[in-house]
């Protein structure tokens, strides 16, 4: 992957409080039936950083993923310029967005540098259209 061109737009120090904003954010995770918590934390070009957490639901369809949490917060605070996603699980290798994620981040940032750890301190850094190529997107709409 593409790490040296990540670390370039996004700082040691911004790695470090994206991550920490993600395992606040894991915290809050509402999850009965996996126990799989899980937390994002999405930086905008503002500056502002957003969380979110996995919310379950007996209905399992209508469970919520934590980084489309941490992007519809994001949005509906009027911002859609994504420059980092962070997102921390408490599996034994860092945990990657699901394809649902991945297509709905894919949206609004295609290149969306990706920060993916576990508790145990283990961070991948990746890039969105690396985990989605050949992404669906507006231009099959036309």
């Given at each position: 992957?593409?790490?040296?061109?990540i670390?370039v737009?996004?700082?040691?120090?911004?790695?470090?409080?994206?991550?920490?904003?993600?395992?606040?954010?894991?915290?809050?995770?509402?999850?009965?039936?996996?126990n799989?918590?899980?937390?994002?934390a999405?930086?905008?070009?503002?500056?502002?950083?957003?969380?979110?957490?996995?919310?379950?639901?007996?209905?399992y369809?209508?469970?919520?993923?934590?980084e489309?949490?941490a992007?519809?917060?994001?949005?509906?605070?009027?911002?859609?310029?994504?420059?980092?996603?962070?997102?921390?699980?408490?599996?034994?290798?860092?945990?990657?967005?699901c394809?649902?994620?991945?297509?709905?981040?894919?949206?609004?940032?295609?290149?969306?540098?990706?920060?993916?750890?576990?508790?145990?301190?283990?961070?991948?850094v990746?890039?969105?259209?690396?985990?989605?190529?050949?992404?669906?997107?507006k231009?099959?709409?036309?």
């Amino acid at each position: 992957m593409e790490e040296k061109e990540i670390l370039v737009k996004i700082s040691e120090e911004q790695k470090e409080r994206l991550l920490a904003e993600a395992r606040k954010a894991k915290e809050k995770a509402y999850t009965p039936y996996s126990n799989y918590k899980v937390g994002a934390a999405l930086l905008t070009r503002s500056g502002r950083i957003f969380g979110g957490c996995n919310i379950e639901n007996a209905s399992y369809g209508a469970t919520i993923c934590a980084e489309r949490v941490a992007a519809v917060k994001a949005l509906s605070a009027g911002e859609k310029d994504f420059l980092a996603l962070a997102v921390l699980s408490d599996s034994e290798e860092p945990g990657t967005p699901c394809g649902i994620c991945r297509q709905f981040l894919v949206e609004f940032a295609p290149q969306l540098p990706l920060i993916m750890g576990n508790l145990q301190g283990k961070v991948i850094v990746g890039r969105l259209d690396h985990y989605l190529p050949s992404a669906f997107n507006k231009e099959y709409l036309k």
